[in-house]
């Protein structure tokens, strides 16, 4: 799943929330959470789990 950085970027910041406050949230790494914001792809389960997290439906996040 390719995560696209700017609407990542964006929405964390929307929400006040640092990657490691999301990290704990959505139960994965903060180092996982920093590749996806440098434009690394992720597994779907990731993507799903970033997604509700961040109470947001996953293609939201998603590239166009």
Same mark, same amino acid.
């Given at each position: 799943m390719r995560i696209n950085r700017v609407k990542f970027v /964006?929405? %964390?910041?929307r929400?006040? %929330?640092t990657l490691v406050e999301l990290a704990k949230k959505a139960d994965v790494s903060?180092?996982?959470l920093s /590749? %996806? +914001?440098c434009g690394k792809s992720c597994s779907?389960? %990731?993507?799903? +789990?970033i997604a509700k997290a961040l109470n947001i439906n996953? +293609?939201?996040?998603l590239e166009d």
């Open positions: /964006s929405e %964390i910041t929400q006040d %929330i903060r180092v996982t /590749s %996806i +914001k779907d389960a %990731i993507g799903y +789990k996953v +293609k939201d996040l």
